[in-house]
C-alpha cells in the first residue's frame, strides 16, 4: 500500500538512528538518490519529444504519461511527478488518478498548451483508489478548472471512484507483537468514498469558491462536476473489505460515451478497499491501468489481449536495502507486508505474458528515482514491448488522427 512505502522509509530511517555525518546515514541515502536531477534543458527536451508530431502525436487515441513516481513523498534526485494518466480520442481525454502535479502536466502534454481551455475537453476523471499519491491534486484539478475550461462542455466533468469502505481498516501488527490501537480520524465517517471526499474539498474551500462565483462570476463548481461512488456488482465469495478485498470476479463497466466504454475490476491493494484497475477500450484498441496492485488474477482477465498494459512497480533490491539482512521479525513482517501490496519488478512482466497484452509500460515506479538498470528485469518472462515510463511520454494505437481543418 502506498502509505508503508513513507513508513517503510522511515522504520528504515529510525533502525539507522540516520546520524548526521555518519557513513551508515550516507549508505542509506545512497540508493534512494540513485538518478540525476534533470536540468532545464533535459526536462525542455523531453516535453517537446512528448509533443513531437511524430508517430504518436499522429495517432487517435494516445496514452499519455502525465506522472510515473509512486509513492507520498517527493522523491530525491528526480523530477518525475507523481501519478498521473490520460488517455486521449482526438480532442477528448480521460484522466486516471491525480497525483501531485498533474495539472502542470497535462499542461505541458496537450497541443497547444493553452492554459485557459486545456479543461474544456476533459471529459472524465478515473480514481483507481483513494491513497493521498493517487488524489492529492484533485482538488486543484476542481478549482483551478473554474479558470481553465471546466465551465466550456455542454456536460458536466464525470468523476468515478471508490466508494465508501464501510469498517476501518485493522491496524497493522507485526508478526510477534501485540495489536497495537490508533486514532481514528473523522469517527462520524472515517472511510468516507469519492463523493464525500469532493463535497469535503467544496466546504474545505467554501470561501474561495464563494468568493469566485460572487466577484469573478464563475459558476459552482457543483454544477460543473457530477461524481459517481462506483457501484460494485454482487460477486460470489465476498465477506468483507477485511477478509475478501479482491475476490474472483467478472470486469464491470463503469462508463461509455462516442469515443470510449472504461471497465473496472477489484484489484489487491489490501487493506485499501476498493482499488480498482480500469481498462479502455476505443475504436483503435485497449489501454489498461491496473492501479496499485500486488500480482491479481482480476487484473490479468481484465487486461487479457489489451494493446497497452500500464502497470505499476516496485524494485526488490531498493526493499531489500532499506532493510539489509540480517533482518528482525518485524523488519521482514513489513517487508513482506510492503510486497504484498505491490508488484516487485521480477513479477511484472510475466502478468503481462499471462494477459497476453502488446505493449508493457511501467508506471507508478517505486522508488521514484529508479534507475533503468533496476527496472529493466520487468521485462522477464514477457515476449512483447516493454516500455519504461517517464513523464510526458505519449504512446499511441490505433489509426491516425483525421487531419486538422484549415480556415
Avoid at 505541458?108 to 472524465?124: D, E, F, I, T
Avoid at 490501537?181 to 472515517?190: E, F, K, Q
Avoid at 487479457?304 to 518485524?330: N, Q
Avoid at 511501467?362 to 514491448?385: C, M
Amino acid at each position: 500500500m502506498c502509505n508503508l512505502i513513507g513508513h517503510a522509509l522511515q522504520q528504515a530511517l529510525t533502525r539507522r538512528g540516520f546520524i548526521a555525518g555518519s557513513a551508515v546515514g550516507a549508505s542509506l541515502i545512497a540508493p534512494m538518490m540513485c538518478s540525476a536531477v534533470a536540468g532545464d534543458d533535459e526536462l525542455d527536451t523531453r516535453i517537446e519529444i512528448a509533443q513531437s508530431s511524430g508517430d504518436t502525436a499522429s495517432s487517435r487515441t494516445r496514452l499519455l504519461l502525465l506522472g510515473t513516481a509512486g509513492g507520498p513523498t517527493w522523491w530525491p534526485n528526480s523530477d518525475q511527478c507523481g501519478i498521473s494518466s490520460a488517455v486521449a480520442v482526438g480532442d477528448a481525454y480521460y484522466l486516471v488518478d491525480c497525483g501531485e502535479g498533474v495539472g502542470k502536466r497535462l499542461q505541458q502534454a496537450l497541443l497547444p498548451a493553452n492554459s485557459r481551455v486545456m479543461s474544456a475537453n476533459l471529459r472524465a476523471l478515473f480514481l483507481t483508489h483513494l491513497h493521498s499519491d493517487h488524489t492529492v491534486d484533485y482538488p486543484n484539478l476542481l478549482l483551478f478548472g473554474l479558470f481553465t475550461g471546466l465551465d466550456r462542455p455542454a456536460s458536466p466533468l464525470k468523476v468515478f471512484g471508490p466508494g465508501r469502505r464501510g469498517q476501518v481498516a485493522p491496524v497493522f501488527s507485526l508478526p510477534g507483537s501485540s495489536s497495537p490501537t490508533a486514532p481514528i480520524i473523522s469517527p462520524d465517517n472515517p472511510t468516507p468514498g469519492t463523493k464525500d471526499m469532493t463535497g469535503y474539498i467544496y466546504q474545505a474551500f467554501a470561501t474561495d469558491l464563494n468568493d469566485r462565483m460572487r466577484d469573478n462570476g464563475k459558476r459552482s463548481l457543483e454544477a460543473l462536476v457530477e461524481v459517481h461512488d462506483i457501484d460494485i456488482p454482487q460477486i460470489a465469495g465476498f465477506k468483507s473489505p477485511n477478509e475478501t478485498p479482491a475476490p474472483p470476479m467478472e470486469p464491470f463497466r463503469v462508463f461509455e460515451d462516442d469515443r470510449v466504454r472504461v471497465s473496472a475490476i477489484l484489484v489487491a491493494h489490501a487493506p485499501v478497499w476498493p482499488a480498482f484497475a480500469y481498462r479502455f477500450d476505443s475504436e483503435d484498441g485497449s489501454i489498461v491501468f491496473s492501479g496499485d496492485t500486488a500480482r491479481s488474477e482480476n487484473l490479468i482477465k481484465l487486461a487479457k489481449g489489451a494493446d497497452i498494459l500500464v502497470h505499476e512497480v516496485i524494485v526488490t533490491r531498493w526493499i531489500h536495502g532499506l532493510f539489509p539482512a540480517p533482518r528482525s521479525v518485524a523488519e521482514e513482517g513489513l517487508m513482506q507486508h510492503l510486497l504484498g501490496a505491490h508488484t516487485p519488478v521480477e513479477e511484472v512482466g510475466g502478468i503481462a505474458e499471462a494477459a497476453g497484452v502488446k505493449k508493457l509500460v511501467l508506471s507508478h515506479i517505486v522508488p521514484g528515482n529508479a534507475t533503468r538498470e533496476q527496472l529493466s528485469p520487468a521485462g522477464k518472462g514477457f515476449s512483447g514491448e516493454l516500455v519504461i515510463g517517464r513523464d510526458l511520454m505519449q504512446i499511441g494505437t490505433g489509426q491516425a488522427a483525421a487531419p486538422a481543418r484549415k480556415g
